[in-house]
């Protein structure tokens, strides 16, 4: 049986406001999209006058992380027993992932569908799907707990 360890609502919902308001902020001031995958990849190869703002964008998700676990002292415990090439691998598929699905998460669940957007929708669905059935597989399949 799986129980939930940590459960604060609380703090979820203040993360998704802050998340809502830094996806509106962005799409207000600069008419961009909030999604990480692509604000990463336009940082190290864009055009030289639109790296700043996807630097600064990144700098304050390490900083806005570093204030949280400052302020709060609440932190997370890396998982060491996972194998180092699963990880690896995992980055790698999910690498991947945002590339064919021409986006991430951020900018398909968070921005694409709060504009209605039946591709983001979709492809929401099937980041979700794909969750779902990794999960399913390694904790059931494949033997590892999560």
């Not at 964008?57 to 060491?80: K, N």
């Amino acid at each position: 049986m799986i129980t939930l360890t940590y459960f604060t609502p609380v703090s979820a919902f203040l993360g998704g406001c802050l998340i809502g308001l830094a996806a509106v902020l962005l799409m207000a001031m600069n008419g961009r999209i909030a999604g990480i995958s692509g604000i990463f990849q336009g940082a190290v190869d864009g055009t030289r006058g639109d790296r700043g703002w996807r630097w600064l964008f990144a700098g304050g998700l390490v900083l806005g992380a570093w204030l949280s676990i400052s302020m709060t002292g609440a932190g997370f415990m890396p998982r060491l027993d996972y194998p180092p090439v699963l990880l690896i691998a995992a980055g790698l598929v999910v690498g991947f992932g945002t590339r064919l699905g021409s986006g991430c998460t951020s900018g398909h669940g968070v921005c694409g569908i709060a504009r209605l957007s039946l591709r983001s929708v979709v492809a929401t669905l099937i980041f979700m799907l794909t969750g779902f059935i990794t999960v399913f597989v390694l904790r059931h399949l494949v033997g590892i707990a999560g």
